[in-house]
């Protein structure tokens, strides 16, 4: 059996962003992976993401296949995915993204403080990697 803890640089690498990018944005490590048991072909990870004060994710996708249930650490993030207004999220606070939606805003709502969240994906077993930039990486 494999442990369900991935090395900081491996977990960046297999969500989309490279490991130079994760230290100048976000931090993502992953907390939990597992397959579903009862579900074939499916797979649940858990990633914390932590954001230091300002700090932003760059416009991205998520694999195709992912149900994505965020929820607020610490903090306050804010995030608009598709067409819905940007919103900010507390700590305590949850938000989902359905499969195949674009997350255009994923940010720390504050300038001064650091704010966190865990992303729970439910994903197809072979759907990697679990983020992917916008190819135009322009700024928001």
Known sequence: MRAAAVPLIAATVAL????????DREQVKVAFA????????KKIVAVT??????????PHHHAAS???YAYVLSGAIRSQVGND???VYHAGEGFYEMPGSH??????AS????????AVFVVDSKDEPLT???????SQ
Do not use: C, M, R, W
């Open 49 to 58: 993401v932590t954001y230091p004060p300002g700090g932003k994710s760059l």
């Open 132 to 138: 992917t930039p916008d190819k135009a990486s322009g």
């Open 34 to 41: 597992h397959a579903l048991p009862n579900v074939d072909g």
């Open 103 to 108: 997350h255009s805003v994923s940010e720390n």
């Open 85 to 87: 207004p940007a919103q």
């Open 66 to 68: 992912a149900f994505i």
């Open 111 to 118: 300038d001064k403080e650091p704010a966190s969240l865990l």
């Open 16 to 23: 989309g962003a490279s490991p130079a990018i994760a230290q």
